[in-house]
């Protein structure tokens, strides 16, 4: 009974410490907007672990800060009113190895950091905000000299700091959070298993400046994540299916598939995709979009096919959609910085047993599905879709594609 009464006792605490709230200005950290706060959080973060854990609370008021690095057993909270506004100074966010544009390399941290950090969360309803408009200005300032020097640049020559970066963590729940103006990518998930995002409403801006490869939500070689009841519009795609990219992409123990992913209950506003796959992919597996309101003029399916990677893109479902969207599906060559890096290979993708059902919107024309020329697509079957187009018929150079009742403005779907 005596050794029962202390594992009980022990427990509690256990329990109790990993369960304590630190709010952050009771550690010191100011509430002054303009004094970047980065130490004082990190040390509330440090002394949460230290002390068996903890959940690192942020009251109402502006707090400014660069990297923070969350730790086992530790926890984000934002409270209604609070705002954790990144610095837009590169040098707070530290140049560490990382993980970008699908490919092991040495980055710039995140705004919030996760790495190997089991259970994370974070919880608003306050605002993770990036700051992110210096950062625009400087990418498009860059990108217009180089162009007027006949020469192209690239996504990651101005170092741009992500928002929010969680790499091997399982049992992940980021819930009712605001994420705005990131810098770069705003949610990158990275061999992460067991993710649920819901209640969020992540926004960047296309005007005064567009907020350039400000991705909703980036899904890299993880497995079983939900994304639920959110809302996004961000310059660049919603919703992207990450994992690799490169002839030999498949072959490094640092990519992989993602599979297991579910999107419902989302509303997708301006982006340049609703949901991508391809860009930074090797194989994506069992991937569902149900119940969700589009309202934009882009994709509501995306490919990217990459002529310099092999692809596999299997079990895809979208069902239940409505709104307003740019096209319904789009297969097309991605040759976005091409690179076979002096390989002989000769690289191609697979689509196959893709189903968009009971799909009803206004488009700009019902889709394309014109890969590059070694790419096989099949087994792609539309039923009960009824679209308003500005231009009907579906171009396609692919055989197996199976339609049951689809309508364009009131008239079976002509396959061109």
Known sequence: MKKLLILTIFTALSFNSFSQ??????????????????????SVIDKAQASGGGTIVIPKGIYLTGALFFKPKTKLRLLEGAVLKG??????YPLIPSRMEGRK?????ALVNAYHVDKFSITGPGTINGNGARFWKEFWDHRDSMRKAGKESTNLEVHRPRLLFIWGCNNVNITNVKMRNSGFWTTHLYQCNNVLIEGCDIRSPFLPVKAPSTDGIDIDVCKKVTVRNCYI??????ICIKGGKGPDAQKLPENGIVEDVLIEGCTIGAAHATLTLGSESIHARNITMRNCKVDNNTPLLKFKMRPDTYQLFENITVDNITGKCGTIIEVAPWKQFFDLGGSTEKPFGTVRNITMSNIKVQCDRFG???????????????????????????KTKYPRIKLDNVLVNGKQLVIQ
């Open 368 to 394: 394309d599905l014109e890969g590059n020329p070694n790419d096989k697509v099949s087994d792609i079957n539309f039923k009960n879709i009824a679209a308003t187009a500005k231009t009907g018929g579906l």
């Open 87 to 92: 610095s837009d100074n590169i040098n707070d």
């Open 21 to 42: 709230d630190y709010v952050i200005t009771r550690f010191g950290v100011s509430a002054d907007s303009t004094k970047l706060n980065t130490k004082v959080i990190q």
């Open 233 to 238: 519009s961000v310059n660049d795609d919603a």
């Open 105 to 109: 390399l040495d980055y710039y941290a």
